[in-house]
């Protein structure tokens, strides 16, 4: 797989994320300070740093989990900063988690049928009332959810619970959760991480299969760093909740700020 | 048949129909602490709400019984809608503790305010069901025991279909499973948590009608809400399933105890029959049958 920043669908200028500035303490510690970063539609954007640089953080102001203290996340204009998660999802971002978090209990279907959750329109009230649309209406995302399930070669484990799963296929299963809500932007928070070689490249096809033939714009947390470099349009990096560089793969190599980040110069910061 | 095993069979029936009662009870309590982790002290009080209005309802304002039920099932709705709502939502994110105070004193709350409302006296809530006792071979049983082990199975029956096979019940699942991820998902999971109190409304309607005409009601009709926990602990905090059985068992245990044991001591076993067996679960089992084992990763 090649680099692909050259790919003309991705238009610069045509940014369909942008979070501006944010910030977010706990207490007395800065996990994110003053971050922005753009991410052009139908782009694979990457969030790298070393461990605790504030990305997982990023992702969750950007989802909704965390109310930024200062800065605002836009999505296609729209200032998302104070929305809840689930109005997040609503509106077109889907997430994985760092640990798995599938629901356990659950069929691989069931997963996904629920990652399509945002799309059903029929809600507590009108779905026991207008009972039959919904049965027809499930149809529709049943169809929708088997296109996935054969998109990731699920077939066989349509049934199982997906606590019986290998690591692998949950990993595999959870961003078929995140495509069943038909996202316009994907956050990815290390869909690689842990797993084997083969697994590896087999994930970061599939994302590129996302990116490219869904056309859904990827924000991607990783720290396989062959990965990033392959399949990101831009990269940025974090570094003790600071924005130290953005831009191509090929430049962010270059980047000596980057080089001390992950070396570490005196401090002795954490590896990748 | 010998006359033992006549009496045997009798007590098990008369058990497991009583336990069936209780396990529609409970069922109201794990609905709530399956899909929003709260534990529901009020639950026997619930019943006694639902008891009074339809009693009101009937002797009072004499409606028919079916419309009696609506009416009361529809009000019951409405109060765990405004419960969650009004008193449950503001302690999200609070340690599990305030919201078992709370809801403490909302049962304190019911029995003070119920006699205000409803008047102190016991009342009759007579079911047209007569009171010929249904025989069912070598034992029978009250109507009403037989009613409440319909409605009990009814129940049972619908929300298994719901947790399985519906789109709001998985989504309760996901819900119970993880509240982060469901959110994720766009689940508007303060929604999922007033349902799952609305259910509890509903189930608690129905445990109030046919508790109620067993017992009579009155404020001692929340009393009932004690069986709920040797029931829960015995078949898991968070599974239906266990709830049922967890309920029968508790039923068996109560009429067996009093039919062998309570000759012998003058009687009372039967009382605490079911908290000892409680204590002894607890000690080997303190997830109960089959509540989920949850491991904490440390």
Redesign the interface.
Known sequence: MGASAQRADVREGDNQLVVKGVSKRFGGVTAVQDVSLEVPRGSIVSIIGPNGAGKTSLLNMI???YKPDTGQVILEGQDITQK????V??LGI??T?QNI??????TVL?NL???R??L?K???LS?VIYWGM?QKE?IAHREAVEEIIEFLKLQDLRKQPTSALAYGLRKRVELG?ALA?EPKVLLLDEPMGGMNQDEKEDMARYVLDVNQERGVTVVLIEHDMGVVMDISDRVVVLDRGRGIAVGTPEEVQRNPKVVEAYLGKSKGGGGA | MSEDLEFAFSLLLNGASIGLMYALIALGFVLVYKATDAINFAQGEFVMLAGLIVAMLLSFVGMPLIVAVVVTLAVMVGFGFGLERVVLRPLLGRPVVAVIMATIGLAAILRGVGPVVFGSETRALTLPIGDEPIVLGPASLPPIQVVGAVVAITLFLAFSWFFKKSRMGVAMRAVADNQQVAQAMGINVERYFALAWAMAGVVSALGGIVWGSMLGVDVHLALVGLKVFPVVILGGLDSIGGALVGGLIIGIVESLAAGYLDPYVGGGTKDFAPYVLMILVLMIRPYGIFGKRKIERV
């Open positions: 989802s909704g989990f809840k998660p689930s109005d999802a609503a889907a997430r988690f978090a599938l629901f356990s209990g659950l069931d049928m629920l990652g959750h945002v059903m029929s809600g507590v779905s919904a499930d959760r809500s």
